[in-house]
């Protein structure tokens, strides 16, 4: 069985701060894919990262996928308010039904 | 990316009644669509995969009688939890799946919260 652990589980942290997510596994995945979902609201796809190794940017957040391609992060460059939310990473899994496997999430709180 | 929409965005409903959830995807013809449910505070898990003209594919443990999946065009899937009870009270999420160059991404609709009394 395919398994993603995401870490931190919990990070609340400062206008400014920087922080790291972390999403790892034993498994290989073809592909992964970050979300940010606010509260009562469907996630909403931030990337999707595809080859080993491959680095990816989005204003302040970079993604990394591992050159393996088991494992990805996060990370977010001086944070601010409006990036609360939960990050939830996601793997396509080797079965090749389209199927995703999610993280735990990070609840991200970034206080003024 | 596709757009994916739902309805209701939330229901209120007794114990014992029946409830439906509509997904549509309003710009993209998706053979494939997922129903998740969603805790407070966790991560999605996955209930069933909607097939359009077949049946869907439910996760171990999800009650195929309890939880009906119909997909029976390209651009709608339902999801109806029946004799509802409070413990089915959650966040219900779908999504549509779209094929990006080699690889499937997936696009959620806004999800749907359902309380049971």
């Known amino acids: 069985t395919q398994l993603l652990e995401q870490s931190p589980q919990f990070l609340s942290i400062q206008e400014g701060e920087n922080l790291t997510v972390y999403c790892n596994s034993s498994s290989v995945f073809s592909s992964l894919q970050w979300y940010r979902q606010e509260p009562g609201e469907g996630p909403v796809l931030l990337v999707t990262v595809v080859t080993g190794g491959e680095v990816k940017k989005l204003k302040r957040l970079t993604f990394q996928f591992g050159d393996a391609r088991k494992d990805s992060s996060l990370h977010i460059t001086a944070a601010q308010p409006g990036d609360t939310g939960l990050y939830l990473c996601a793997g396509e899994g080797s079965s090749n039904t389209g199927k995703l496997i999610f993280g735990q999430g990070t609840t991200l709180q970034v206080k003024p | 990316g596709a757009v994916v929409s739902q309805h209701p965005s939330w229901v209120i409903c007794k114990s014992g009644t029946s409830v439906k959830i509509e997904c549509r995807s309003l710009d993209f013809q998706a053979t494939t669509m997922f129903w998740y449910r969603q805790f407070p505070k966790q991560s999605l898990m996955l209930m069933a995969t909607?097939?359009?003209?077949?049946?869907?594919?439910?996760e171990q443990g999800v009650e195929k009688d309890k939880f009906l999946i119909n997909h029976a065009s390209l651009t709608l899937s339902t999801l109806t939890v029946t004799s509802a009870h409070p413990e089915d009270s959650s966040f219900y999420i779908c999504?549509?799946?779209?094929?990006?160059?080699?690889?499937?991404?997936?696009?959620f609709g806004p999800g749907t919260r359902l309380t049971v009394l």
């Open positions: 999504s549509v799946e779209g094929l990006a160059g080699s690889y499937n991404e997936q696009f």
């Open positions: 909607s097939n359009e003209g077949s049946k869907a594919t439910y």
